[in-house]
């Protein structure tokens, strides 16, 4: 077992930060292709959004796939997917088709959070289980710094680069098929279902809405939908404040962003520790309310150099994303698990993908620091609501008995 867990530690964060290159590329290369195949800004923003609308589509797709067919399988089929649609963007001939293909993609993107996730809930014991999730999500921010040394490398060819992201996810595919196995945990919850209805009682969204875990999916929800507009609706226009509203030239910004990722990698892992030590509700607690207060001082000082750091001190409590992998998928028990989790945190996802365009009016009526200023109001919404979900980590089991939703037989 012990085998078993390292090799999900290590394979889950290749796995995710390929996922994290792969939805961080397209804004790296987005000018590029806007130029050369005459798009819009509206039209460039539309491939952002429809990438985000697949990535909500997929938490019912994923979730469905992983808690009936497994793990194993929705993990791979989800990095095929990506895989394969950023490659064919090499070739895509206009607007409609490239708006097309990563919207597919999104359906492969969102998933692997989610079944990432439930490989680490279930192979990990509950001490150790925080930081196991938030060190293979702590990966995103590493995949950002491989988008932007590869589209340093190849723009302004961004078919090649395409290209290349799309066939390089063969790595991720090869380890997950090659050394992954099934999650014992999914196994031996399939077998003790086993039975005369086995073959036709598969998983259901509607699961997660029955009475016993009903408040819990709606609140979790609710948490991740407030946390990722705060974050999308935030960090999209990071390098436009830096820049227009700072005055800060693109090379500076770039080097402004890097330091920033780095505070958010560090930030992941040391969330992981303290969620091990205080449990992980109260960890994401003071994750999302650590935001909302340093988000203002980012956004409020002028002075360059005080810039440079209240960029990795903020993203540095930004570890709420580590910390919603192992907490939200404690909240559903082992046959639900993935399609709860992969629910609330891309459902959160998708409606997120407006928050930059609800963001822009704004923006461009008072500036960008008040629309910042407005994005830490979400984070601190989210801690609030954070407060009336439980806890998991009292004794916490690896499953739920007490809360798996019961399935009433007809009788006869």
Request: hydrophobic share 55%; with cysteine.
């Amino acid at each position: 077992m012990k085998r078993t867990r390292w090799i999900i530690l290590g394979g889950g964060f290749i796995a995710y930060l390929f996922d994290a290159m792969e939805i961080l590329l397209l804004a790296l290369a987005l000018p590029a292709i806007q130029d050369d195949l005459g798009l819009t800004g509206a039209e460039g923003g539309l491939l952002a959004t429809a990438t985000l609308l697949g990535i909500g589509v997929s938490s019912v797709l994923a979730g469905y796939l992983a808690d009936n067919f497994g793990r194993k399988k929705a993990l791979l089929g989800s990095l095929i997917t990506f895989g394969l649609c950023t490659a064919a963007l090499a070739v895509v001939p206009n607007f409609t088709v490239f708006l097309i293909l990563r919207f597919v993609a999104g359906f492969g993107l969102g998933g692997v959070w989610g079944v990432v996730s439930a490989y680490v809930v279930e192979t990990w014991p509950s001490q150790h289980r925080g930081r196991a999730a938030a060190f293979v999500l702590s990966s995103f921010p590493i995949g950002g710094a491989v988008a932007a040394v590869l589209s340093g490398f190849f723009l302004p060819d961004w078919r090649l680069l395409f290209l290349v992201a799309g066939t390089a996810v063969i790595l991720p595919v090869l380890i997950v098929g090659i050394f992954f196995d099934e999650s014992p945990e999914w196994l031996a919850n399939r077998r003790r279902e086993a039975g005369p209805r086995a073959a036709t009682d598969r998983v259901s969204i509607g699961e997660i809405f029955e009475p016993a875990i009903r408040r819990n999916t709606i609140l979790a929800t609710l948490v991740a939908t407030l946390a990722l507009i705060g974050w999308w609706g935030g960090s999209t226009w990071l390098p436009t404040y830096l820049s227009a509203e700072r005055g800060i030239d693109s090379e500076s910004v770039a080097v402004y962003m890097t330091v920033l990722n780095l505070g958010m990698f560090v930030g992941y892992n040391v969330f992981g520790v303290i969620a091990d030590r205080i449990g992980r509700r109260a960890a994401i607690i003071i994750s999302l309310a650590g935001v909302a207060v340093t988000l203002p001082l980012y956004a409020l000082t002028s002075n360059q150099t005080a810039l440079l750091w209240f960029g990795p001190l903020f993203a540095f409590f930004a570890a709420f994303v580590g910390l919603f992998g192992s907490y939200i998928g404690e909240l559903f028990p082992t046959r639900v698990r993935t399609t709860g989790a992969g629910f609330c945190f891309n459902i959160g996802r998708g409606i997120s993908a407006f928050a930059p365009f609800a963001l822009a009016p704004i923006a461009a009526a008072a500036g960008l620091s008040v629309g910042l200023l407005i994005c830490a109001g979400f984070f601190a919404a989210a801690a609030l609501l954070t407060f009336l979900l439980p806890r998991t980590d009292r004794a916490h089991h690896r499953d739920a008995p007490d809360q798996t939703p019961t399935r009433t037989e007809p009788a006869g």
